[in-house]
Structures are given as C-alpha cells and as structure tokens.
C-alpha cells in the first residue's frame, strides 16, 4: 500500500495505521487492546503510537456516538 503524504516520516505503513484507526471507530476498544489485536497480527506496536494516531482526528469522529460500522 503506498503511504502518501499523510503518512510520510511514520515508522508504520499507512496500511497498519488505517487497520488501527478502522478498528477503533468500529468497535469499543481501548488502545491497549488494539496493541494486543495488532501483535496478534505480527505488528509490535505501543499503546501511546495508537494513541497519537487516533488523536488528530476531529472530536466528532472520536466520539462513541459517531462510530460506525461498515
């Protein structure tokens, strides 16, 4: 998957970052359990990263109201 520019300088593939980033707006999850989801996939990644990942996006988005399946 090509990074693009929203994703340049990170340690991670965009394909990884968007795997966390879906994962959490589908279902109720913590950050931790997406380290754990992820490790079971190969990827060895921190809590804190999924953290700063999931942080820029617009509150709304964030929200448990607005997650959304699909």
């Known amino acids: 998957m090509d990074r693009g520019d929203g994703f340049k300088g990170r340690q991670f593939t965009a394909e990884v970052i968007l795997w966390a980033v879906r994962w959490y707006l589908m279902f109720p999850i913590s950050y931790r359990d997406l380290?754990?989801?992820?490790?079971?996939?190969?990827?060895?990644?921190?809590?804190?990263?999924?953290?700063?990942?999931?942080?820029?996006?617009?509150?709304?988005?964030?929200?448990?109201?607005?997650?959304?399946?699909?």
């Open 35 to 70: 380290e754990l989801m992820l490790l079971d996939r190969g990827v060895e990644v921190d809590h804190t990263t999924i953290f700063r990942w999931i942080q820029p996006m617009p509150r709304n988005l964030r929200s448990g109201s607005a997650r959304i399946c699909g």
